[in-house]
């Protein structure tokens, strides 16, 4: 292979545009008769509404339409539509506080907001559960009252005799651990254009990481054929799996827009996005784990209850790739997962970077740490006693065809000094030390029974290369990695390919970028189709030269007949190829990566994941005793990539996703009262800034056995999965204190503090 | 074949938004910042430009940049390079009224009028010449002073010995014809928005007939790489030609851009259109024909001077086209072909529908009938004898592999009643009927040694279709032809196919729509990608279907099993494939046509043409002697198609042609005083309104032997090409006087009469 572009930390080719502000991102567009659609959303966590009188809005000069329940489609909708339980503006009932209700179009923003605030509704108020447990007593308040209880879905899964093993093993820890609702604080807030054209079609500009199955999913809802739709990406300011679900402002911009003849956009304000745009799904885990005296993990039993909010949206598919990571990290021949999602009267949950694994492995990799310490052992002996690289099959089932675990941990420690920092003598501060282990999918899952993508590339008269991939760049750079791709396949510069995308008319089907599929998935159909593109172009180069096709070496826009030392430009080449023959050079590329052989979604469970990523991270604390602030000092994060495509790329993400480990670690947590979100702007709800974040060292382990672009694996969320962990494991070596929920506040260090001293 | 689409009358695929308006033409496009161009024309035939003063435009508020020949890129261009002849901007010599001076960016139309009204400019006057014999004549003022005569390119094709023949034959008639400058008159006059990026990519959105070679032309005039340019094709508003060549607008408005950095479009006025927008070449034909007693026609000598204008654009290109249709209309054992093009001081020629037969079938087919005439025999009989359908070689090398020449002269002079009209004693009215033959390329030429194009075609997950093709549509429908080949290949309906074009950075490299090339050569390559796309449909129905997949039928987008009665949505079909498991599905094509082995670009002559289409049209006039006006009655067209695609688009193509011919024939030139046109608007330049049009009786004839998608040919520009010459021929058989010029205007008409009394 050459190694012209693969694996350089070349340069995003979206840098200048973002740089520049040339970037058009959904609020940027301007178009002829452009009205703007404002939703009025409910103050109530629970209540009917009685009535609503739009009269009052309807007269006030510039509003062109006000609309409620009676003016969308009836019915209930979800992502996966055998759990609809959601409409397009609540009729009878709201459920959370900021439930949809009603919308205007109108044709500036201050009398969009005017006529919203005219909109008179008579609610009555109904008992509204906000807590999981309390949501499951008897006599609950339903938060949907057509259902028995508020316990939505439920997953269980049993490998082996866990309660054989737990009575039978040496050592056994048990706890129960909470992680709390996050928001994604995408800097773009979720919003959409939609408009009609003359030919009855419905054109959305949206920033949705699915283009495709938004598309199928505002086809359903509007009950229009799916061609009559069509989406386009603009520029994308971070989706973290918030944008992976159709937002419910898309089917109702689309109504306003059918009612007015205009096209109509509406955006999340800010507290919007953090009050109905959904959240990290809150998890309480109650966990146990057993091991033998050599230090063996034989039992893992877990119960979890995640918090749904008012509706479904992805909660079932959390949870259950949370049970698939959970039978995967170590192989563990006793195991057993039941969980349930329950509906409470709050902003619901969804995807989010990590999707179910970060909560799980807080749970997780902090009891390994209690358990070292029950046993008496260090906590990085445990996990390399325990290290998953048999390459074999888990217990669960989980195939394990490429591992770099062992590598990680060693790498992570010897760079982070362990041995070292562990045997310190104390010199007063309130230092500490952690590590934790991570595993998450590297290429999307088969969750549809399949996974798959397709890409078409054509060369220009001048061998520059369109490539048009469904691969979604929605910040994370995969606009570069595909270029990459087809660039080192192809021979040619990274300047020379221009990458269309981003347009469901223009684009193959595809499920979209999320669970770090893009790389793996796209980035396969990329290759293979500019290896097909790269055929055509020796083909045309052995007829100019005279030689065998075999015998052509592309590299770095220069042809050559192996063994002679005469280059040519690859213009010329192509140049003569079309210009002079009229030979088009283009290529195709599918890839299909389906269950293996037997399985069914329903049994597939971890056999759903194609190829998985491991990785560890190591990180220094301090604790300052007089405020309770837990300092990250410094993270070394060992990742696998299987292959890197773009190194700077690989630990920007990285990096990104260490920031929101260290977030959902020590700050982000949405705080309710009575289900009233308090922080709703960044001021209240903090993120980490420059001067939270530590020093990171990042170190990309390459690893081999992964059937990725190049043997290359998805490396979007896996960096955010063991931050907290660590982070909870290395404030116990600071303080000898245990957290056991997220996130760890100052306050409930100087609490803890106080009690140990 | 199943024929449930081709052949079919089927709407236009873009019929709704041209009905309705929604159509955006590039007048109509918007952007942020868009400035306004206007180009300050020479109003000299002819001058050296002492200097220019530019600083009151400067001065002038909202004017943002005015540039002359100093600031654009130097040298020559032309649209074969090796003719270049042309500057951006003139900076020595204006060569004809009209020629670009000077031009301004500002804010709005007035601004930018009144600034190139303050541009001063001190012209030295030059002698003129107007007159191709004048530009000829020693001494001559010259055009190009750096050139030794006004003669631009001449051309000589020889087959047999005309000599000896003229000498040996039994009748030979000579003579002398002239045509005169006819105007495109497309209802868009040409025009262009140009835009850098922040990627130092140049944008340009104009409605180019040849999005891909007016790239290259283009970057090779500003001096920068093809890669960095992009033609986006908005709706065109026709075509016929004139916006084949790239106009120096597209330069110009580039070069205001970069000074501004802004975008900034430039629009012809309807009077540009007239005096700058270039016309058919002039032709001059001195012409003689010999046949033996047998009717055989044996020789044919032609001396053609065409008046270039002042610039070469397409004038040799032309003069080729005519010297090979010359030598394949009949097969003539002698043939002598002549020509040159002649600089004069006057608006240029460029394309024209037709591209040089019009002319040249206007003197061959009138002297035809002049031969009939002195042979006295019946002129239909003589070009029966003489129908060319041996499917055979012609002496001048044409391959004709289809004909149905002799059933066009057939069902033409059927349907016009050609016995009784011709018999009919006189009742008074100055009533007559003539015919003439035509033959044209039906599928462009391979003037570059191939001619090729290239598709690709993607199925949502709904089945509905994308099809990316270069087919160009000016308005000539050929979207809606491509869309019905993948539509009949596929065996989908014709509203399930979005066709995406346009954009030379969507489609593949493609010479464009002239030449009567899209539906040959851009089907050709539709119907192989439709049908890899079909292969890939079939393989997923045989999976679905337990069956083989050579049993697979897909029709009006059913699908079944042959020989089961049980038939399938489409839908079904893909939704399983694409949702179930995973295969997207796709297709490419391509279609190269080269010139036959052992022949070059100089040598291959007629066997440029991949395919021929002949042509009958038969009609009947009256002549008002009081007025001289020549009315139209009836006009029968007999055109092969080979296979209709649509039967409504190929009457309308043939439809238009006529009216096109009509013009050419009876009403259009451009009148010009000293090389100033002096009819520069509708009111003054008179085209065929539907007052003017005759009833018209189109006969589609199907023929075999063409390689085209389903056996089709292109019908863009035959039905122009025998109009004048069987109007001429009509005249004649009305009063007896023969016109060996056009447009036969009602004062040479008048004339004539007052001669024949």
């Known amino acids: 292979m050459s190694t012209c572009i693969i694996g350089k930390g070349l340069p995003r080719v ?13 609020v940027d567009l301007k178009m002829p008769g452009l009205l703007v659609g404002k939703i009025l959303r409910s103050p ?7 009535s609503i009188d739009t009269s009052a809005a309807e007269q006030l000069k510039g509003v062109l339409a006000v609309i409620t329940a009676k003016d969308v489609p009836d019915g209930l909708f979800s992502f996966y539509q055998w759990l609809a339980d959601k409409n397009i503006l609540c009729g009878e009932t709201v459920r959370y506080i900021g439930d949809e209700v009603a919308a205007v179009a109108a044709v500036d923003d201050d009398t969009a907001e005017e006529a919203v605030s005219l909109i008179k509704v008579d609610y009555e108020l109904l008992p509204a559960v906000f807590d999981v447990h309390a949501a499951l007593e008897p006599g609950a308040p339903l938060v949907h009252d057509d259902k028995e209880s508020n316990s939505t879905w439920s997953v269980e899964r049993l490998f082996g005799d866990p309660d054989k093993a737990l009575a039978e093993c040496d050592f056994v820890v048990e706890g129960t651990y909470v992680t709390h609702a ?14 009609w054209d003359e030919k009855d079609r419905l054109t959305i500009w949206t920033n949705a990481q699915a283009p495709h199955t938004q598309r199928q999913e505002v086809a359903r809802i509007l009950g229009i054929p799916r061609r009559n739709v069509r989406v386009i990406n603009s520029y994308m300011g971070g989706g973290f799996g918030s944008k992976l679900v159709m937002d419910v402002k898309l089917p109702i911009a689309s109504v306003l827009s059918r009612l007015t003849g205009r096209p109509v956009r509406i955006v999340n304000t800010r507290s919007e996005e953090f009050t109905t745009g959904k959240t990290r799904y809150p998890y309480t885990m109650s966990l146990k784990t057993g091991a033998m005296k050599d230090g063996r993990i034989v039992v893992r039993d877990l119960t979890v209850i995640g918090d749904a909010g008012a509706y479904h949206d992805k909660g079932p598919a959390t949870i259950n790739f949370s049970s698939m990571m959970f039978g995967t990290l170590y192989d563990v021949p006793n195991i057993r997962f039941q ?10 949950g969804t ?6 694994n970060p909560q799980l492995t807080f749970a997780t990799e902090s009891q390994l740490d209690e358990l070292a310490h029950k046993m008496g052992i260090d906590p990085l002996d445990l996990r390399l006693r325990n290290s998953n690289c048999s390459m074999g099959t888990t217990s669960c089932g989980a195939e394990i065809c490429g591992c770099a675990m062992t590598e990680c941990m060693e790498a992570a420690s010897e760079a982070i000094e362990w041995s ?8 007063g501060t309130l230092r500490g030390v952690g590590l934790a ?6 290429g999307g899952g088969r969750f549809y029974g399949y996974n798959s993508a397709e890409a078409f590339i054509k060369l220009s008269d001048e061998g520059t290369v369109t490539l048009i991939t469904s691969a979604l760049d929605m ?3 995969s606009h570069t990695t595909m270029a990459q791709i087809a660039a080192e396949e192809l021979g040619v510069s990274l300047s020379d390919i221009n990458v269309l995308s981003h347009d469901t008319e223009l684009t193959p089907y595809d499920l979209g970028s999320w669970g770090s599929r893009a790389t793996f998935m796209d980035g396969n159909a990329v290759q293979a189709a500019a290896r097909d593109a790269r055929a055509a172009l020796a083909e045309a180069a052995a007829e100019m030269l005279e030689a065998d096709p075999a015998d052509i070496v592309i590299e770095e826009s220069k042809v050559w007949v192996k063994g002679s030392s005469e280059k040519h430009d690859l213009f010329e080449i192509v140049d003569h190829a079309v210009n002079a023959h009229g030979i088009p050079i283009s290529g195709t590329g599918q890839f299909v990566d389906k269950l293996p052989e037997g399985y069914t979604i329903p049994t597939a469970f971890a056999k759903n994941i194609p190829c998985f990523s491991f990785g560890t991270q190591a990180v220094e604390v301090e604790v300052d005793p007089e405020t309770g602030q837990v300092r990250v000092l410094r993270v070394v994060a060992a990742h696998e990539t299987g292959t890197t495509i773009n190194q700077t790329m690989s630990e920007g993400q990285i990096e990104g996703s260490i920031a929101q480990g260290i977030g959902f670690a020590l700050m982000e947590r949405l705080v309710r009262q009575e289900g009233k979100v308090q922080n709703d702007r960044f001021l209240d709800y903090k993120i980490p800034n420059i001067g939270d974040m530590p020093e990171i060292e990042t170190i990309l382990v390459e690893s081999v056995g992964t059937k990725g672009p190049f043997g290359a694996k998805g490396i979007g969320e896996p960096g955010l999965v063991p931050t907290a962990p660590a982070i909870a494991n290395a404030v116990f070596d600071a303080i000898g204190v245990r957290f056991h929920e997220l996130p760890i506040t100052r306050d409930m260090v100087l609490e803890a503090l106080k009690e140990t001293r």
Do not use: W
């Open 182 to 195: 996050q928001a994604h604080t995408c800097l773009e807030t979720s919003n959409c254009i939609a408009k």
């Open 351 to 356: 995807a989010f970077r990590g999707f179910g």
């Open 420 to 427: 070292q920092k562990k045997a310190r003598p104390s010199d």
């Open 339 to 348: 969980a349930q999602m329950v509906y409470t009267n709050k902003e619901m």
């Open 475 to 477: 910040g994370q750079g």
């Open 44 to 50: 109530h966590a629970h209540a009917r509404i009685k």
């Open 437 to 442: 282990n991570m595993v998450h999918t590297g």
């Open 14 to 26: 979206d840098a200048v545009p973002k740089v520049t502000g040339a970037a058009q991102y959904t």
